[in-house]
């Protein structure tokens, strides 16, 4: 999507009364509600909360300003954050015309398209980590896969963390990907809570392969598992080399 001056990020609310059309809820999570919406000529995704209550917007715009840094092709980009769209305040963001990784996987397709996507996962989660930000819920309906290509878009930072927030944390995860710590709401949360939710997401990726990998990434105790995710992309590309003893 190429950007004009008028849609760069900036870092305080900005109100767009009333320039909005053609507006629809696609989606809803346990803590927002996503609406398609478009804008002279161009599709944007808005991102509400549930409850309209001070806490509630008080992390929409923890989440806005956690996002508004980062710059990734796949990550999904956020623009702004605006408090009278015609949905309330909300974080207006790049519309992605594509499905989920569930979705995606449900297509078949095959080996290698496979392995490139999740090479993009990798790129995108080790992007963070250098940025300070653990996503601390990665899981398949997170991660959308462009209708175009097959890119990667991983979105959904609710749940995300950084140092500056840390007056706001708000641990979240999903059962099936959330680390034991993480499911345990524990202190010292680091980039191997997301270690262990990327090698669930691999077995579902590969079912049946790579189990070294994705046991190591998955083990109950996260001093065994890979230390970040480059330890994790050097494991990956040597995956199919022998081992020695």
Known sequence: MIESESFRPISSATDYSGQYTDV????????AHLYRMRRMGRMFIAKTTLRDDARS?????????LSLGLSHPNIVHVY????????????????????????????RPNKAA????????????????KAGVLHNDLKP????????????????????????????R????????????LAAQAHGIDTRSDIYALGQIMRQMFPGRYRHITGRCTSADRTRRYPN???????WNRR??????
Do not use: W
Not at 118 to 123: A, D, P, T, Y
Not at 240 to 245: D, T
């Open 229 to 235: 995710v480059e330890s994790l992309a050097l494991a």
């Open 141 to 168: 309906d997170n991660i959308l896969i462009t209708r175009t290509n097959h890119d990667v878009r991983l979105i959904d930072f609710g749940f995300s963390d950084d140092d500056s927030h840390d007056r706001l």
């Open 80 to 107: 702004t954050y605006e408090t009278n769209t015609p949905v309330g305040a909300a974080i207006i963001m790049e519309y992605v015309d594509g499905c989920t990784l569930t979705e995606y996987l449900a297509s």
């Open 24 to 31: 629809e809820l696609i989606r809803s999570t346990s803590h």
């Open 170 to 181: 708000a641990l979240g995860g999903t059962r099936g990907y959330a680390s034991p710590e």
């Open 57 to 65: 917007l008080e992390l929409l715009k923890r989440e806005y300003e």
């Open 114 to 129: 496979r392995q490139r996507v999740f090479e993009q996962l990798l790129s995108a989660t080790s992007y963070l980590h």
């Open 240 to 245: 199919n080399m022998p081992y020695l003893i």
